[in-house]
């Protein structure tokens, strides 16, 4: 009696098992899907949930590798919603499509995010015009982008630099001219002339400070239209253009972040 019913409970195991295969495998064949993540600007391996939200709304969750940034997903055909996030990067969506397959069958997808470690540069941009504090670019735009990573990212602290890296570097030395004057000792000779020292002049030096302090002045007035979470992003000038290069005159550095347990990274 025993042995009948541990046959009927490992045959309902295994009536189960094939529903719920079905239910997570495509009928046709298995297709893995499998990747990397790194990061968008240094290209270092990244570690980040991957969300799979199915069309019929269904979610399918995994993580990528912490030293790898490798991941791996067995998911059935479906066009997908991907959406990349957590505490250390900045919440990303992809569109993706696993074909059905008759057979076994392997997909590589790698993703790229903005990462938010303190001290990571998020953006870059020529947001100022050549040697001016008029904008070249739509502010609107940026502090868009920048509020969806406050949003989801609430632990997350920004510094808006300004830099004047685009500003023309003067030469040390301009020559001005050149000049020939005749030699006055008497000879029976004609007069030979002897030739006259260069003449320079050192080329002005642009007035960074002013320029600097406008955009400031600039860019703060922008931040306090756009964000009223004022605490969390904060206005600096780049003097040593540590985090702007040439043509960038504007760059968004992540200041501080917390953890999902609330640890000072």
């Not at 009948?4 to 309902?12: A, C, Q």
């Not at 941009?125 to 989801?152: T, W």
């Not at 002897?194 to 406008?214: H, R, W």
Request: charged letters at 25%.
């Amino acid at each position: 009696m025993k042995k009948l019913v541990v046959f009927f409970l490992l045959l309902s195991s295994s009536l189960l098992f094939s529903q719920s295969d079905k239910q997570i495998y495509s009928i046709g064949g298995n297709v893995i899907v499998k990747g990397r993540v790194t990061c968008e600007l240094t290209g270092e391996p990244v570690e980040t949930e991957l969300e799979f939200r199915a069309s019929n709304g269904k979610k399918i969750r995994t993580k990528s590798n912490s030293i790898t940034g490798n991941w791996e997903q067995v998911l059935p055909s479906d066009n997908y919603k991907v959406i990349l996030h957590s505490w250390n990067v900045a919440r990303k969506t992809y569109d993706m499509q696993v074909q059905p397959s008759e057979k076994y069958k392997e997909i590589q997808q790698n993703f790229t995010v903005k990462r938010l470690l303190p001290t990571d540069i998020y953006l870059q941009s020529p947001l100022f015009k050549n040697n001016s504090a008029e904008l070249n670019a739509d502010f609107s735009q940026i502090a868009g982008e920048i509020k969806d990573v406050l949003k989801y990212n609430r632990a997350v602290e920004f510094t808006f630099y300004v830099s004047a890296s685009d500003m023309n570097k003067p030469s040390e030395q301009k020559v001005i001219a050149v000049g020939n004057t005749p030699d006055k000792t008497k000879s029976s000779k004609k007069p030979v002339k002897k030739q006259q020292p260069a003449q320079t002049e050192t080329a002005k030096i642009p007035d960074y400070t002013k320029l600097l302090n406008q955009r400031y002045s600039v860019l703060k007035s922008f931040v306090n239209e756009h964000f009223q979470d004022a605490n969390r992003i904060n206005v600096a000038i780049d003097i040593d253009g540590k985090y702007s290069r040439h043509p960038n005159n504007f760059s968004v550095v992540v200041t501080n972040n917390y953890d999902k347990f609330g640890t000072n990274r």
